[in-house]
């Protein structure tokens, strides 16, 4: 089976790949950046390894022999399902393998924005680490005894939640019903952004959730908040959280994602103090990938076998 992981995979990621031949598996490596060589190994592919770069109608049409499209994460709106859907062609993906990893990068957002990390980073490699402002001694905060309010309780805010509750915090969630075992308080979204000093976003991105966080919502926290978002950087209007950090009606925001990818210089949200930043690698771990490409080489093996795929979206 020649399968594409269209992603630049490092010297320790390559090695494990390569040991999957024993499984039967031919994998060609194609950096996001490399679009000629991607091109050219997706004509004879029968399965794609998509991580971030959309995998669009026209990407499908240049592979003719293309089977699966296995997504190395949980989100499919990178995918254009219609396209997959007219050509027969299955789509997986893989819930919960990169959610330990983003439960902790979830958690070092909130810690970074409310200890002003980012800012204390820049000042002690500048040689001012004991010359900063005292008026920013207000401005560095803890996570315990606050209210987190997390927007989803999927696989990230159920590894999350007993965190935050053994460092003191008091925690809310927000879904589409009641979940009998969750470890915290439901509350509708409106409610849970007024009560909330922290609120993570934790649902995927689709027409009803996308700029689920406009100016109203913001309006809506408390003064002083801080948004952190680790799912989709669609869920936010990125002008309004720009707008609310910079008048102070927001303390602060970690940001893992945003709504163009990859985000570049010029983006407003990386000149204001009060922002921490990473560029979409809450999930990229060396447990994310011994977990999600097991279950990827499972569902080549049962494809191959015309066996029922694992976690098929369509």
């Known amino acids: ?10 010297p320790g990621l390559r090695e494990r790949l390569a040991r999957f031949a024993a499984e039967g598996l031919e994998i060609a490596v194609r950096p996001e950046t490399d679009e000629a060589g991607f091109a050219e190994a ?3 592919a029968d399965v794609l ?3 971030l770069k959309p995998c669009t109608a026209e990407v499908i049409a240049g592979a003719p022999g293309l089977r699966l499209i296995q997504k190395i994460g949980s989100g499919v709106n990178t995918i254009d399902l219609e396209a997959a859907a007219a050509r027969g062609i299955a789509v997986c993906n893989l819930p919960g393998t990169n ?25 002690t490699r500048a040689g001012d680490g004991w010359r900063l402002d005292p008026g920013l001694q207000d401005s560095f905060h803890e996570l315990g005894g606050r209210t987190v309010g997390l927007v989803g309780y999927g696989a990230v805010p159920r590894a999350l939640a007993p965190v935050l509750g053994a460092m003191g915090c008091r925690v809310l969630y927000t879904a589409r019903a009641e979940k009998p075992d969750a470890l915290g308080e439901w509350r509708a979204l409106p409610d849970l952004l007024a009560e909330s000093d922290v609120v993570s ?14 100016a109203a919502a913001l309006a809506r926290m408390k003064p002083g908040a801080v948004l952190v978002n680790t799912a989709r950087g669609g869920l936010v209007d990125q002008h309004a959280l720009v707008a609310a950090l910079t008048a102070g009606r927001l303390a602060a925001a970690g940001l893992d994602v945003f709504a163009a990818e990859p985000a570049g210089r010029e983006n407003p949200l990386f000149a204001l103090e009060n922002v921490v930043v990473a560029p979409h690698v809450g999930w990229l771990t060396t447990g994310t990938f ?10 080549v093996r049962r494809l191959r076998e015309g066996q029922p795929l694992l976690h098929r979206v369509q």
Do not use: C, Q
């Open 1 to 10: 089976m020649k399968v594409v992981l269209h992603y630049a995979a490092g």
């Open 42 to 44: 997706m004509r004879t």
């Open 49 to 51: 390894w998509h991580v």
């Open 99 to 123: 959610a330990p990893a983003v439960a902790e990068m979830t958690l070092l957002l909130m810690l970074a924005a409310l200890r002003r990390l980012a800012l204390l980073d820049r000042a």
């Open 201 to 214: 976003l934790h649902v995927p991105l689709t027409p009803a959730t996308e700029r689920m966080i406009d």
């Open 290 to 299: 011994d977990r999600s490409f097991a279950l990827a080489v499972e569902n």
